[in-house]
């Protein structure tokens, strides 16, 4: 992702997203890049009130939600998924979009 789209995100995110666990605002340095693609990135967010840590999907793709909170569920669904991936991204891409 290009500096500008990330700092958008992240600018937005800031804005919008207040700490799921007691309401504050985040700071910049509050807030972590996880990992990005060419539209979208995932970010953790520490709150400097309570120390509880948010993660949180967003993305500049015009036809999905700007930002979304990722649950503990999502995390725990995630981290199932990567032990149980065999590594074919092609194969998993086929199954999960089948419009590209
Ligand atoms: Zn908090």
Known sequence: MRFDKLKH????????LPCTHCD?????KNIKVIITTEDEGIFSL??????YVTMANAGIHPDRKHNSVISKRDVNEMED?????????????????PKK
């Open 81 to 97: 998924f990567l032990e149980s991936f065999n590594g074919d991204f092609k194969q998993l891409f086929k199954s999960s979009n």
């Open 9 to 16: 995100l992240v600018q937005h995110l800031k804005q919008t």
């Open 24 to 28: 504050k605002k985040f700071l910049y």
């Open 46 to 51: 520490e709150c400097s009130k309570c120390g």
